[in-house]
């Protein structure tokens, strides 16, 4: 199924104002309804090694998984199953990452934050690890749907911190949770239906550290008529602050509804239309 | 590496850095920083520090513990904050780190849980912070009034640019709007629309949707960002306005 008219995507990946190279990989798919960010980290030029990794192989694997989603996305009791694929493909790349590390001395101690979404059946399928975020604005509501695997995240959550605090924390941009750090790695991943009209964004914290959330909306619902310009707009809002980390945003718009042939939301379409 | 600086009637009496996961302050000579006076308690208060920030718990003293005027019972220190035990100060001031390195630090990493001091983890720093978080909103606002020395961002000008436009024709000719927040959209949803972004070097201007775009000084936009200059006439959906900067 091709979803490349139902859903509309635009990437951005910038430096920023300090660093000298990018280590924030993205990866989208229209099409095939998927998209992929990764903000690497560790060692000389080893943090984009870890993210383009990760970004490269999703892709790749997603890409041939999605071609015929039923195959993949349903297992044999009719459920769906995007939740296993994406399971199984992100314990794949944080395999092939950890192999490199271990294996080259100047990839030791490479790591990713991964976050990703596929569409699927009027639905979004949310995986991610790490600090690296994904925002949703459903008419006036923008909110962070994703939740830090970050020391400051723990430390709110526990209540010794709060969200105001947190803020001028010394302790910013450190991960709880990353990609290829370990043999294994559990990654977060939820459902949830999407509507028509829905705007995602995905970004790395080289956004969120440098535009407040407010912010981040208000430029969303302004500009939503055009996300190029609001994807070009979110970045030079982080480099105009300061752009102190690389910054990457990936916008999503759900143009229609898009239930699949043979999915849950395109069985339930065929019964309403059968009782009108 | 932060410190505290301690001081009695604007006399400095000595400088201690935060090394240790918890420094303890009191009148008892086992006390990390021991300060022999009537006024403060045995065990008068403890700082826990946790990778780079740190944070203050009064131990239940008998003549309590302020900071900035205020009295607290846990507070998150920020740099340059003043906690007053009787006569005695001691200054906070987080690490000034080097341009550079601050930068390196600031690349994400990941910490595991072996890395931390025990009190980090979450299920610790609930029991070590406790449930009573009554005191911490005032001790914040207060200390507003002492902005922590962070890092600097790159600030805006000192004197931020103030742009406003003035609409020339139509049925609102004569309103003025002033452009204080970083975008401010111009034109009807669905028909015409352009954005003016507020930028730390001016303002510009960008088309954002409609099949026609906006004119400027009777130049037709393309789809780029265009600065504006004072006394620019902006032509939207057949209205004319002006921008200008005030002073």
New interface residues.
């Given amino acids: 199924m091709d979803l490349s008219q139902v859903l509309e995507t635009v990437s951005r990946s910038d430096p920023g104002?300090?660093?000298s190279h990018n280590e924030d990989a993205v990866h989208t798919n229209a099409a095939l309804g998927f998209v992929i960010l990764a903000?690497g980290?560790?060692g000389y030029n080893a943090?984009e090694v870890a993210s383009g990794m990760v970004t490269a192989l999703l892709g790749s694997e997603l890409e041939k998984a999605l071609v015929r989603p039923e195959a993949r996305l349903i297992d044999k009791d009719g459920r769906q199953s995007t939740r296993g694929l994406l399971e199984a493909e992100i314990a794949r790349a944080n395999s092939a990452v950890y192999q490199a590390a271990q294996s080259q001395p100047q990839y030791a101690g490479m790591?990713t934050?991964l976050v990703m979404a596929v569409f699927y059946d009027n639905r979004i399928t949310v995986a991610h690890i790490?600090?690296s975020r994904l925002y949703r604005l459903r008419g006036e509501e923008f909110r962070q749907i994703t939740r830090d695997h970050s020391?400051l995240q723990?430390?709110i959550?526990?209540?010794?911190?709060?969200v105001?605090?947190a803020r001028?924390?010394?302790?910013?941009?450190?991960?709880?949770?990353?990609v290829g750090?370990d043999p294994s790695v559990e990654a977060e991943i939820h459902e949830y239906a999407t509507l028509p009209g829905d705007i995602y964004l995905l970004c790395s914290?080289g956004l969120n550290d440098?535009v407040e959330d407010e912010?981040i909306g208000?430029?969303l619902q302004?500009?939503s008529?055009?996300l190029q310009?609001a994807a070009t707009?979110l970045v030079?809002?982080a480099n105009?602050?300061?752009g102190?980390?690389n910054v990457s945003v990936i916008l999503l718009r759900v143009r229609r509804e898009y239930p699949a042939p043979h999915g849950l939301g395109g069985w339930l379409a065929r019964l309403l239309a059968w009782f009108k | 590496m932060a410190k505290l600086t301690l001081s009695m009637e604007g006399m400095l009496l000595k400088e201690i850095p935060l090394v240790k996961e918890r420094t303890t302050i009191g009148r008892k000579p086992h006390n990390d920083i021991q300060i022999d006076n009537l006024a403060i308690s045995g065990e008068h208060a403890v700082i826990v520090t946790i990778l780079n920030d740190a944070f203050l718990e009064d131990l239940d003293s008998t003549n309590g513990t302020n900071v900035n005027g205020q009295p607290v019972k846990k507070h998150f220190l920020q740099n340059g904050d003043v906690i007053e035990l009787g006569k005695y100060r001691l200054r906070y001031l987080s690490e000034a780190q080097p341009h550079a390195a601050q930068a390196d630090f600031e690349k994400t990493m990941i910490i595991r849980p072996d890395m931390l001091p025990k009190h980090a983890g979450a299920a610790d720093a609930k029991a070590m912070m406790g449930e009573t978080q009554a005191g911490m909103p005032a001790a914040h606002a207060l200390s507003a009034d002492q902005p922590p020395a962070r890092e600097p961002a790159p600030e805006p000008p000192a004197a931020p640019l103030r742009g406003a436009i003035q609409i020339l024709t139509g049925a609102n000719a004569g309103k003025e709007m002033e452009l204080t927040k970083t975008l401010s959209t111009l034109g009807k949803p669905g028909v015409q629309v352009a954005v003016i972004t507020r930028r730390p070097h001016g303002y510009f201007i960008t088309h954002v949707e409609g099949a026609s775009f906006p004119a400027i000084n009777g130049k037709v936009l393309d789809a780029q960002a265009h600065p504006l200059h004072d006394h620019d006439i902006i032509e939207l959906s057949g209205t004319k306005m002006e921008f200008f900067l005030k002073d």
Avoid: H
């Fill in positions: 104002m300090v660093r903000d980290m560790g943090g790591g934050t790490g600090d020391l723990e430390q959550d526990s209540g010794m911190l709060t105001e605090q001028s924390s010394q302790n910013k941009n450190l991960v709880t949770r990353a750090v914290d440098m912010e208000m430029t302004m500009l008529a055009n310009l707009q030079q809002m105009d602050n300061g102190r980390d």
